[in-house]
């Protein structure tokens, strides 16, 4: 499982304000505790970097750099900036993320290619977000089809590329909605990514974890186990990368499969034999929270284990 630390977000005031002030020491101390919990990768959101993008992606990757050696994952909707911070990284970084939307796919695969980048394609295309997962599906195989070859499955060209981006250098992210807005969109997730496992080259997975639980009036708690469960489901069906917080211990457990809540998880989904313990509260909790991501789930309500 390939682990890829959220913290250094623009959305965070934390990092928001020291970006600002162009202050290293906030940024580097959460570079520093993210490293506590063993993370493959450091994520750098800037978000939409509208005001000196460039300038900012150059700054915090040299502010990361002076503290870790990890990979770089940057994380922006500004190309420019993204091609500057691929400029500046000491060793190739990940660029996250390309839609698939010809305008991104233009610029960024031929960037990504020219800096022996790694890449996330993600499921979104002209037409937004996903509907469903016949929707995820079919974007992921456009975009694998122009990374390997420039045009999309129908043939169309896109893009000219000199060379492909082989398998192992890319994900797919096929996104993930908050369960309590959009559950549909979860179970459509969860779908989609065993439709990906079926094909007879299945592409790398990565998805943005935290999403399922956000804003969705659950106790930290509870918005915790929601968000180590999918991931077990996930995990299950291929998914074999992630955007989490690394600090959370539970859950690097789960993605590590040495909780005992993965094996219950993939039990409860029907992907191990096996059978629980209805007198154990907790791998009650992960039954009725699997319950959430299936079809014909009940509807989520924020006190679901308490029904």
């Not at 990757?61 to 091609?83: F, G, K, P, R, Y």
């Not at 290619?113 to 002209?126: F, Q, R």
Request: aromatic residues 4%.
């Amino acid at each position: 499982m390939f682990l890829i630390a959220e913290k250094v977000n623009v959305i965070t005031t934390t990092i928001r304000e020291a970006m600002k002030a162009k202050d290293k020491k906030p940024i580097q101390e959460m570079v520093e505790l993210q490293l506590e919990g063993n993370p493959d990768c450091i994520d750098i959101n800037l978000g939409p970097a509208t005001r000196n993008g460039p300038e900012m992606m150059q700054w915090m990757v040299e502010t990361i750099e002076d503290v870790t050696d990890l990979i770089l994952s940057l994380d922006t909707m500004n190309m420019d900036a993204m091609e500057a911070g691929l400029e500046k990284v000491s060793r190739p970084a990940i660029v996250n993320s390309i839609s698939f939307v010809p305008e991104r796919l233009k610029r960024l695969v031929p960037m990504a290619i020219k800096h022996n980048a790694k890449v996330v394609g993600l499921c979104t295309s002209e037409a937004g977000v996903p509907r469903d997962e016949n929707e995820r599906f079919e974007n992921a195989m456009n975009l694998m089809s122009v990374f390997a070859t420039g045009a999309d499955m129908m043939g169309e060209p896109i893009v000219e590329i000199d060379r492909p981006i082989p398998l192992d250098d890319y994900w797919i992210d096929p996104i993930v909605l908050p369960i309590g807005v959009a559950q549909d969109q979860v179970i459509a997730l969860r779908k989609s990514t065993r439709m990906y496992s079926e094909l007879p080259e299945p592409p790398h997975l990565v998805c943005g974890l935290s999403n399922v639980s956000n804003k969705c009036g659950l106790t930290p708690e509870d918005a915790g186990l929601v968000n180590r469960i999918y991931l077990a489901v996930l995990m299950g069906y291929g998914m074999d990368a992630a955007i989490v917080d690394p600090n959370d211990e539970k859950l690097m457990a789960v993605a590590k499969k040495e909780s005992p809540e993965y094996e219950w998880a993939l039990i409860a989904e029907g992907l191990k034999e096996g059978e629980l313990d209805p007198n154990d509260e907790e791998q009650l909790a992960v039954e009725k929270t699997v319950r959430l991501f299936q079809d014909n789930a009940p509807l989520f309500a924020a006190s679901y284990l308490e029904l």
